[in-house]
């Protein structure tokens, strides 16, 4: 499949057909799989043989899955995992030990965040956290006892850009290992590996599934690393279930013309909004205003779907707007082909203080909109009554 290009991997790496031939790839609904007699059953579990054995391990499907991200990502190998924060917490779990130090930026998805402060504690696993506009700062930084680097970009909610290259080039100078959470780019957009990444990992349940129906997740890249992860999975069993790696799977056959038209509709959606005169600042990676536009316009090959926007007149306007939509879905989830409004600095980010929240850019007034695949106008029209 390496000679294919981006569409074609997704579309055409396919589990091997069955004696009926079926051209999509049916549900592999089997926790474990038989062999002929002794001597294979011993080769499997002596990995000799490459073979599926139990679905904890491997299964038709979510094998699919991975070997589609994989190519796609330009990656040599990965695991898929129930959810995207059991593919995070076992990827860091599978690598760390007692002592190590990550260098993680600031602005990561909450759970991520709790996992690094509330947990690795426990584990004497420390971590320095450095803010968007500190890449500078990165290398001073690292510590004698510092493992991993790890970014997500753009971020999760006020979509700043953090420079791959830059990382990448700092990460291979001191041997630390380099990880990108790449979930609000996909490999569509964005290929962290190509700028030095060791590992990528995604929450598929954003704009993988696209649809928000399953939930999943998946890391991949490194041979080596990715032995260390997969041995921890298998032991530890967060396996993603084969039914939700079947819809993934179908899902990426449209992931290139899906996300393409999210990107679409979500530079639309950015250029009206910079026009209206109750919006303080709009922050979208391809508009020419945003603060980091050159690096984006270097590392991804469109903006993303997801665009922030600061209200002018804080918490108040923030609320008033929720309340006034429509047709958009009020709702956690991003990445769906409905679009969804949120607004962090009341619901998601409720709970921390002000100044934790300006850390991660989530000022009082600031809208995330997730846009999806509804007629144009249609989402214009909502945002606009909504503001008016
Ligand atoms: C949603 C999300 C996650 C967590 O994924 P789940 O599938 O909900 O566990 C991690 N990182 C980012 C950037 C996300 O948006």
Redesign the pocket.
Known sequence: MEDFSFETQAIRTQSERTQHREHSTPLYLTSSFVFEDAEEMRASFAEEKERNLYSRFTNPNTTEFVDKIVAMEGAEAGYAFA??????FSTFAALLQAGDHVLSCRS??G??HSMFTKYFPKWNISTTYFKVDEVDLVESLIQENTKILYI?TPT?PAVDILDLEALGVLAKKHGLIFIV?N??ATPYLQKPIHFGADLV?H????LIDGQGRV???ITVGNKELMREIYLFARNTGPAMSPFNAWVLSKSLETLAVRVERHCENAMKVAEFLEQQQNIQLVKYPFLKSHPQYEVAKKQMKMGGNIVAFELKGGITAGRTFLNKIQMCSLSA???DTRTIVTHPASTTHGKLSEEDRLEVGITDGLVRVSVGLETLTDIIHDLKQALA
């Open positions: 959810t995207g924060m059991s593919a995070i990561v998805f759970s991520t997500e999760n959470d979930c609000f990992i929450s598929a349940t954003k939930l999943g997740g989830n991003l990445g």
